[in-house]
């Protein structure tokens, strides 16, 4: 079992992969998991993750691949155990969003949506399992979507994918909860990333923050600060939960 920390949100020499690290809520998660303690295996397509892994100091580091392949998976899994010692907490934050109606959406996106959203995160938290068990404790923290409860126009294949992590999420939460590692899910509204922005630009965006009782979208740190509580100490009795960071959005 892993020695408890003298604060529940301290996450010293814990080492946390993160995925889609290279922008957006991933960067914000990076920054907040470094600042409580945490060393760093961030997982991107694009440079900007090395970037990052340089800003963020020795202690962290960058790899780079494509995580629609099961075997670079494998690979990562076993550099990231070999060169850190151990691996702690999962962080599966990479995802694309494909937005088309449902009677036109390409087949080749449906797939792509689901490898990328559904399969990838399954195959890291498989990957990453054997460490964490070996160690008796481990935490899985991994986002979903708003649209995974609810419908969302030209969404089909997006919220198919985060619906999935749900249940994917359930399931690893009951076989793996008695080995001392919880599983549990994150699911924002639309967070104020780059991409965001720019989808959500003008009248569009003026009208989707109108309907959120909070009246905004959400921003990448309040992502990081939900999930720095689900990978400490402080939430080790949850487990299974969807957490919503969607300014009561869905409770209408």
Request: hydrophobic content about 50%.
């Amino acid at each position: 079992m892993a020695d408890a920390p003298a604060h529940p949100y301290d996450l010293t020499d814990r080492v946390a992969i993160v995925t889609g690290a290279g922008g957006g809520i991933g960067t914000a998660l990076a920054r907040r998991f470094a600042a409580q303690g945490a060393r760093l295996a961030l997982v991107d397509r694009n440079g900007e993750v090395e970037a990052l892994a340089a800003e963020l100091g020795p202690r962290h580091r960058a790899w780079r691949f494509d995580i629609t392949d099961a075997e670079a998976i494998a690979r990562f899994t076993s550099e990231c155990a070999a060169h850190f010692g151990r691996i702690d907490i999962l962080l599966n934050n990479a995802g694309i969003g494909i937005l088309a109606p449902a009677e036109s959406l390409a087949i080749a996106d449906w797939d792509l949506t689901l490898a990328v959203n559904l399969r990838a995160p399954y195959l890291f938290a498989r990957a990453v399992a054997p460490h964490m068990l070996s160690r008796h404790w481990g935490r899985i923290v991994t986002i979903s979507s708003q649209a995974a409860v609810i419908g969302i126009a030209e969404h089909v294949a997006y919220s198919a994918s985060k619906a999935g992590l749900l249940g994917m999420t359930n399931c690893l939460a009951l076989e793996w909860g008695p080995m001392g590692i919880t599983a549990n899910c994150i699911s924002p509204t639309v967070v104020e990333t780059p991409l965001a922005q720019v989808g959500w630009a003008g009248e569009k965006g003026e009208r989707a923050r109108a309907e959120i009782p909070t009246r905004r979208f959400a921003r990448p740190e309040e992502i990081a600060e939900a999930a720095l509580y689900l990978a400490s100490e402080a939430a080790a009795m949850v487990n299974g939960a969807n957490l919503m960071v969607d300014g009561g959005f869905t409770i209408r």
